[in-house]
T-cell receptor, first 112, second 113 residues
Framework: NAGVMQNPRHLVRRRGQEARLRCSPMKGHSHVYWYRQLPEEGLKFMVY????????ESGMPKERFSAEFPKEGPSILRIQQVVRGDSAAYFC??????????FGQGTRLTVV | QKEVEQDPGPLSVPEGAIVSLNCTYSNSAFQYFMWYRQYSRKGPELLMY????GNKEDGRFTAQVDKSSKYISLFIRDSQPSDSATYLC?????????????FGAGTRLTVKP
């Protein structure tokens, strides 16, 4: 059973471009969470999704950030018009219900 | 003041030492306390999960929670080089609420052979 798969592992974008981060949850998991980790800071919750529904987006910036988890395919975290401050590691986690969440290896976004 | 405070270290110990990692918090509503281990360039993995005050032991790892002091600890006995990682504390007010968890900044631990 493959773990949570995130791609790409590393992503470099110029300021103003769009970044798309993908997360395929573990088989049988229908709950997906996105977190951001800045250097010397802990993980910060961004958004919680179930299939086709956003359950909690309280941690996601109102501007430029969006997330989806379609019926088919991976969950996508989309950052439009990236700025240097968006540079961070973005982690996705999945769980079968409300229990323990398993994390992916993360996508490291660098904005130049 | 941050909701969860954790000394980032780095902490370096010789193999076999007892390691003590700690976090303090300010929100008295927190009831559920977790410790995650994160190896370099990897995602966090859940190590210990405790509810309310008390101790929980799992092999070489012991988690302690003192709610009266708003202080939690993770002890690692007979530390091994394979324990070298960043350890993140996390806590939440409700059970199994991954979207409510608040994380510490993480303590980077190195165990030297």
């Amino acid at each position: 059973n493959a773990g949570v798969m995130q791609n790409p592992r590393h992503l470099v974008r110029r300021r103003g471009q769009e970044a798309r981060l993908r997360c395929s949850p573990m088989k049988g998991h229908s709950h997906v969470y996105w977190y951001r980790q800045l250097p010397e800071e802990g993980l910060k919750f961004m958004v919680y999704l179930q299939k086709e529904n956003i359950i909690d987006e309280s941690g996601m910036p109102k501007e430029r950030f969006s997330a989806e988890f379609p019926k088919e395919g991976p969950s996508i975290l989309r950052i439009q018009q990236v700025v240097r401050g968006d540079s961070a590691a973005y982690f996705c986690a999945s769980s079968p219900s409300r229990g323990e969440a398993f994390f992916g290896q993360g996508t490291r976004l660098t904005v130049v | 003041q941050k909701e969860v405070e954790q000394d980032p270290g780095p902490l370096s110990v010789p193999e076999g030492a007892i390691v003590s990692l700690n976090c303090t918090y300010s929100n008295s509503a927190f009831q559920y306390f977790m410790w995650y281990r994160q190896y370099s360039r990897k995602g966090p993995e859940l190590l210990m999960y405790t509810y309310s005050s008390g101790n929980k032991e799992d092999g070489r790892f012991t988690a302690q929670v003192d709610k009266s002091s708003k202080y939690i600890s993770l002890f690692i006995r007979d530390s091994q080089p394979s324990d070298s990682a960043t350890y993140l504390c996390a806590m939440s007010a409700r059970a199994d609420n991954n979207n409510d968890m608040r994380f510490g900044a993480g303590t980077r631990l190195t165990v030297k052979p």
